[in-house]
């Protein structure tokens, strides 16, 4: 028989008396305010009222101490039963053990007996909706493009190299769709109304004070005889049979086509296609950075929170495969010693002398500005072969010699190419003597790189632009140098379609001809300077390089490439398979492996300094540089951007004052405020988020303090017991 229990002990559930599950006695009564009133938390929120300079009321009970959340959910079903759905929501979020579930399951079908049935009905209704959208979603996530590659993927690499494969699926869709706005709105009006199918009519007739010359245009077609290879070189350089195909800007001519009592106006129609395409990019792309911006922000907040996610949080258990597993583990090792080392780096910074200090910053001027030579050497080699390619393809006395030589006719492509691949290897050669922090160092080499792949497109349009605008007398009358380039905005589209083809020639060249033969030479040759090769590393930021600067020539040469679209998807359709088998049996992951939320991130970024840089030569060609006179659908225009102007006037007269007066000035002033003033909202509203995440941080810190006060009250009460 036991003895009688005193007031405030526990009472053991069930079996021996020795358990160490116990239940509150009946008459057990709670501490003493006092005493709660020592507590760490309650001391601090009485030093930030007494700082605050008074006291607020609180809804809570016992100095700010809450009611049970099980107690408050009985009450919330007893009160109000199923009819608010938010009710049921928010008794969802707590945790509750069986015996309480099933309580509340039972009270909830006791209160629905009472509800009308008119509320039966609708509960009902909202019960199969909600099922029907889970099972839509499930059944659609079968239909998910590469669903189960990129699964086997991410269980023998991790999410890091997921996340690659994951965002060349999201270049391929993005370029599909883009096909479908240029083919719905532009190729497929144009080519049907090619054939007769619909009335339609041209543009023929020349704009006043524009000279003869600047209409003639003819294209060196395969006529009579011609040997095979011709057609090769046509397809891969997108001249001859191509060159007035759908391919190229020059083949759509036609100005309006009639759908019965509708007209549509094909230049306004190709313009706005083109801002379409370009304002979806953007809208998609900031839309997918925003979640892994707010993950790597959160992660990054606290040096001392990444370091604990390293070591509690930082296995992918994503990885099934044994040698994924080992490099998993030396990567994690990796991040250790990279953080050790940024440790020691900082305090070997705060330990510098003036001297030191002036070394590694003159070493750092002399080291950059070795880097800016190399990439001026870069541009203007770039710059040279650019215009030397183009005399020769121009140059009539020169044309049967050099006719067939892919070498001339890619000659941009290949020093592009070769600067490409050249200059990241003196990159990463050069930052190690930088002394930079390792994590520094890797984003500023990528940044190097960023640029340097960028921006040499950027000097391949610079050169064309100066060969294109005109700058002598004898061209004035058309706007440009109707000589060289009579269409200059299919020759354009041609250089992005050589560049296209020639970058996907050496994604595949590089797996068949290197990746394949250096995994057969290291698996079947023990010769030591083989074996201390190894396999070629899977560099996840390299390869994202290469396919964000595809995209980049994408986006750019869609507007003088309506079609282009239609082959980057094919493209990466296909490096899709490629990447997948050379990472199967070709290569290795790195060591220095990222996450799925900043690698995303940072794979949107790039992508967005692409998509910037194509707005600047799109945005210039449109509104500056004369349209061809001879070629387009604007020949009627000065510039491409004269359309919209145009088709204004058309309208009646309130509709462009509306217009008119959205475009003024009047309009953009108080528009900009407005602007100013949400952007500033967003901004306080950032603060304010940013400042409840410090109290709730502040908060788990006095709970431990709490817990600390409490183990100690107790030890004393065990001691004087």
Known sequence: MSEPLGPGARRPLGGSDDE????????????????????PSYQSILRRRTSAGGTQDRRQNNHGFARPPAAE???LVERTGVENEAVVRSIREYALNIPE???LRDIQEANVKYLSGWDQWKQTRNKSWKKFLDETKELSS??????????????KFGTGIKSYFSFLRFLVLLNFIIFVLMFSFIT???????????????VKDPPKGIEPQCRIYTVSGTKGLVYF????????????????????????RIDMVHFNAIKYNVPLAYLLTTLVYLSLSLLWIVKRSVEGFKQSFVREEDPFQSYCNKIFAGWDFCITDLNASRLKHSSLKYELKTDLEEERLRQKKACRTTKEKLRIYCLRLFLNIFVLALLSGCFYSIYRATIYSQDIISNDSSKMMFEGNLFVQYLPSIVITLANFIAPLFFSYIIKFEEYSPAFEIRLTLMRCVFVRLANIGVLLFSLRNRIICYSKKCEACGYNYELYPCWETRVGQEMYKLMIFDFIIIFAVAVFVDFPRKLLVTYCSYKPIQWCRLQKFQIPENVLEIVYGQTICWIGTFYSPLLPAI?????FIVFYIKKISLMHTCRPSKRSVRASSSNFFFLVVLLIGLILAFIPLGLSMTRIRSSKACGPFVNFNSSWDVVPHTIRGFPTALQKVLNGIASEAFAVPFF???CLVMFYFIALAGAHKRVVDQLREQLVMESRDKQFLIRKLTEAQKHS
């Open 20 to 39: 160490e599950v116990f239940l509150p006695d009946v008459n057990y009564t709670s501490p003493s305010v006092t005493f709660l009133q020592e507590l």
């Open 73 to 75: 959910k009985r009450n």
């Open 101 to 103: 579930k099933r309580r």
């Open 142 to 155: 079968y239909l998910e493009l590469w669903r189960n590659d990129i699964h086997n993927i991410e269980g």
């Open 188 to 202: 497929l009006p144009s080519t049907i109304s090619q054939y007769g199918v619909l009335n339609s009519s041209y």
């Open 229 to 252: 290879y011709t057609y090769i070189i046509d397809l891969l350089s997108g001249t001859g049979f191509l060159e007035m195909t759908s391919l190229f800007y020059g083949y759509y």
């Open 568 to 572: 980057a998807t094919v493209k990466y």
């Open 673 to 675: 405020m407005v602007i």
